[in-house]
């Protein structure tokens, strides 16, 4: 990663890191170096605060805590820094006292943007989620048969209700921006400065689980 990295500021490529692996803080001096010449976006992807159910639902990623550490990391390095709240999962991580605390967290952390993005089973995750559902929560399955009963995207209200949650939270904790009606955008920071915006997020591309 170093090498590309070099190798972009280099030819004086804007360029943008999306993960959430910590062995980015390996790289956040060099990022803090470059980004003198070229425009650099960082995006951290955290789920929930809850370490059981991460274990669980994301076995062998690190740890929302280490997660929330890079991004004190790359905000101390002078770096912008947006968060995804994703995937957030109906009946399990979407409550309101759950939210709260994962966006103070965020909040706290630093994040100059956040998104939040309700679960996406695309093919291939559909089937290992449809899983580990009946497997850990099988009450919730006739659940989510409802709210993806049209595919990989959870159902329209659904997506409504958890807005109006989010929207109040955002608020609370001054993460909310005006253009936010605009959809599922990539976080204020994640993204090279001077990209047209807002840009959407094409959750068939970006795998969040």
């Known amino acids: 990663m170093p090498g590309i990295i070099r190798a972009l500021a280099t030819s004086g490529t804007p360029f943008s890191i999306l993960t959430k692996g910590t062995v980015a803080m390996r790289d ?6 470059v980004s003198r010449d070229v425009s650099v976006g960082m995006g951290v992807s955290i789920a929930l605060l809850d370490r059981d159910l991460q274990r669980s639902v994301e076995p062998g990623t690190p740890s929302p805590q280490a ?3 890079l991004v004190r990391r790359i ?6 820094c947006g968060v995804f709240i994703a995937p ?3 009946g399990l991580t979407d409550g309101e006292e759950d939210l709260d605390a994962l966006l103070a967290a965020v909040a ?3 994040a100059t943007g956040v998104t939040v993005l309700p679960l996406h089973l ?3 995750t559909r089937e290992w989620f449809a ?3 009946r497997r850990e929560h099988p009450a919730l399955v006739p659940r989510y048969r409802e709210l993806y009963a049209r595919g990989s995207y959870v159902d329209k209200g659904y997506r409504r209700w958890l807005s109006g949650r989010v929207s109040r939270l955002l608020r609370r904790h001054g ?5 936010r009606d605009t959809g599922d955008t990539w976080p204020d920071g994640s993204l090279p400065s001077g990209t047209p915006g807002p840009v959407r997020v094409d959750q068939e591309q970006l795998t969040l689980l």
């Open 28 to 33: 956040v001096p060099l990022l803090a170096e």
């Open 67 to 69: 997660r929330l550490e």
């Open 75 to 80: 905000r101390a390095a002078g770096l912008d």
């Open 88 to 90: 957030v999962l109906p």
């Open 108 to 110: 706290d952390a630093g």
């Open 122 to 124: 695309r093919p291939g």
């Open 131 to 133: 899983a580990w559902l």
């Open 175 to 179: 993460l909310d921006r005006a253009d």
